[in-house]
């Protein structure tokens, strides 16, 4: 069954630098998605993407996020500066119809 | 914006028992109801969904409940086994976005 993948599994960066998250969604879904879960709390909307573009984003996601998908395979997450706060899980999501499948995420810990 | 309340936030039951998670939720355009299993460390997964035109659905021990009048939502496990062990979150969606609740941790003791 095919499967959302995301790389890398942990990431460990110091205060103000830049990071990469990548997905690869599932390979016929039209939706993607980022959201994040700080330890412990509750998952969190952070943007959706459909056509090329942001659909949605949500208060979280601020200037200092971005989204791509740079060839027809690919979903990053950019954070530019990164704060002590960003530490969480990250995890994409994508989807055809209704049904969102998410990712193993992305463990984001910032020093 | 959607809101989403879940309760309990631990749950305990005796293995074979059934256990019983709901949710409430604020916009009333919501239209699509999943439930997800998240185990520690791992990705959550879709263990069951529903669609605001159904008041019921079942899926072997797994059954949700929608009271659109109400806004409220309800996931129920019967015959309990270890393995259902895990944080369960319920969350409302309109078109896109996923507002999950603050999920329930769930614990079957054998």
């Known amino acids: 069954e095919p499967e959302v993948t995301q790389t890398p599994s942990h990431q460990v960066t110091q205060m103000g630098q830049e990071v990469i998250l990548r997905c690869v969604p599932i390979s016929n879904h039209l939706y993607f998605y980022w959201y994040r879960q700080i330890l412990g709390q509750k998952v969190e909307f952070l943007v959706s993407?459909?056509?090329?573009?942001?659909?949605?984003k949500s208060e979280i996601f601020d200037d200092q996020f971005s989204v791509e998908r740079p060839d027809g395979s690919n979903f990053t997450l950019k954070i530019r500066s990164t704060k002590l706060e960003d530490s969480a899980m990250y995890f994409c999501?994508?989807?055809?119809?209704?049904?969102?499948?998410f990712g193993p995420g992305t463990r984001l810990l910032v020093l | 914006g959607e809101n989403v309340e879940q309760h309990p936030s631990t749950l305990s039951v005796q293995e074979g028992d059934s256990a019983v998670i709901k949710c409430t939720y604020s916009?009333?355009?919501?239209?699509?109801f999943p439930w997800y299993k998240q185990e520690l460390g791992k990705r959550p997964q879709l263990i069951i969904d529903?669609?605001?035109?159904?008041g019921e659905k079942k899926d072997q021990r797994i059954a949700v409940t929608l009271n659109k009048t109400a806004k409220h939502f309800s996931l129920h496990i019967t015959e309990t086994q270890p393995e259902d062990s895990a944080v369960y979150f319920c969350?409302?969606?309109?078109?896109?976005?996923?507002?999950f609740g603050t999920g329930t941790r769930l614990t079957i003791i054998p």
């Open positions: 916009d009333s355009a919501s239209n699509y």
């Open positions: 993407f459909y056509n090329n573009e942001i659909s949605e």
């Open positions: 969350a409302a969606s309109r078109n896109e976005k996923l507002t």
């Open positions: 529903i669609r605001s035109n159904v």
């Open positions: 999501a994508s989807k055809i119809q209704e049904t969102q499948y």
